[in-house]
């Protein structure tokens, strides 16, 4: 199922032998180019991805976006313009009590629903141990994104490992997956997972 809504030179990456699909709720910081500094407002935001887990024909493992919901407008028409992935304008707010954040969004579509995350930020996280399922969902530093034409372009970031913990997690949606034709799971995710904020670096597509 997956792998029919892949564009060609793209093949989906399994971990024994099951493929996976990614909600990601996080916050973006002091966003900003090479030598400029952040500027306020615009340099900080929300972003609510789906995501799945693919590798090349090269065999190189990275990250196919099937949509990046976001409140900042200028940042959309940025990424969609520079490296052609497909953003969404969405209002999204979140609250923080103490060590849990209230995470909402809704994306500015026709019959869009809000969806909502409620957990607490992480208490002894730790890189991903090498071969495991969190190492698979993690530890990619590869997106790949496709222009009008179909050409298929890959987009290198850099950072140290993540620092992941177990998620506690009161509340999720799969809004995200409805919205991009996914049948909403019947159980909760069988992973949840949470991480330490780490500065990103992130290159020019090729």
């Known amino acids: 199922m997956i792998q029919a809504r892949l564009p060609d030179g793209l093949f989906v990456d399994t971990f024994e032998g099951k493929a996976w699909l990614g909600v990601v709720p996080f916050f973006m910081e002091k966003v900003r180019p090479v030598m400029l500094p952040p500027i306020p407002r615009l340099s900080w935001f929300m972003e609510l991805n789906v995501r799945t887990y693919v590798h090349d024909a090269a065999g190189n493992p990275g990250v196919w976006f099937f949509s990046l919901d976001c409140n900042q407008p200028v940042a959309v028409e940025i990424a969609r313009y520079l490296f052609h992935l497909p953003y969404e304008h969405a ?3 979140s609250v923080w009590r103490g060590n849990e ?7 500015k579509t026709q019959f869009a629903r809000p969806a909502a995350y409620r957990y607490q930020t992480p208490t002894c996280a730790a890189p991903a141990e090498e071969g495991s399922l969190e190492w698979f969902l993690v530890e990619r530093y590869l997106l790949f994104s496709t222009k009008r034409d179909g050409r298929l372009h890959s987009g290198r970031v850099h950072h ?9 997690c009161h509340e999720w949606s799969a809004e995200p997956l409805r ?3 996914f049948e ?10 949470v991480a330490e904020p780490v500065d990103v670096l992130v290159f020019p597509l090729k």
């Open 184 to 193: 909403r799971p019947k159980c909760p995710p069988p992973s949840m997972l």
């Open 101 to 107: 954040i209230d995470y909402r969004s809704r994306r």
């Open 179 to 181: 919205m991009n034709g």
């Open 91 to 93: 209002s999204m707010q």
């Open 160 to 168: 140290v490992p993540y620092r992941i913990a177990p998620a506690v």
